[in-house]
């Protein structure tokens, strides 16, 4: 059996009603259109430094990346961690849904994957190094490192590197 995959994603505050209301986890790059489009990851690239012509090729490449992890990479069942900006707390929950392009649903974040949220929990319950592995990443990132304290709190555990109290 292998171990369960957790992604964290960071929005916009304008997107915590698609995420949080709605059930949907999302990322942007609206220019892009419909990025399966392209049919492979080069070809993407290629019409996102099109896209994005004053940004620098670093950049693109990285922001490729991510559009290419969130359409191909994660699985129905990977788990995802996101940090509200509006609401401060850190939510929790599971991927249900294959890939979407439904800028109808939010224009500027058409990508999109259905979720389901099973936990909001405070950053209080996580270490600093896990809120900085959570906060300190591109939009779209797997946890790797502290992957182990969001899944405890997911079954209702302590994180293993909190004291019991």
Known sequence: M?????????????????????????????????????????????????????????AVRGWAGIIWRFINVIKIGDFVVHRSRTDKQVHLGRIDGEYEYAPQRAEHHPNQRRTTWLKTVPPTAFTPGGLREIGSRPTLFRVRNYADEFLAALRGSPPPSLPLS
């Open 2 to 58: 292998t171990d369960p995959v957790l992604w964290g994603i960071h929005a916009r505050a304008e997107c915590d009603s698609l995420f949080l209301n709605d059930g949907y986890v999302a990322i942007g790059w609206h220019e892009l259109g419909d990025p399966r489009a392209f049919g492979d990851r080069e070809k993407l690239k290629a019409g996102l430094q099109e896209a994005l012509r004053d940004e620098k090729a670093g």
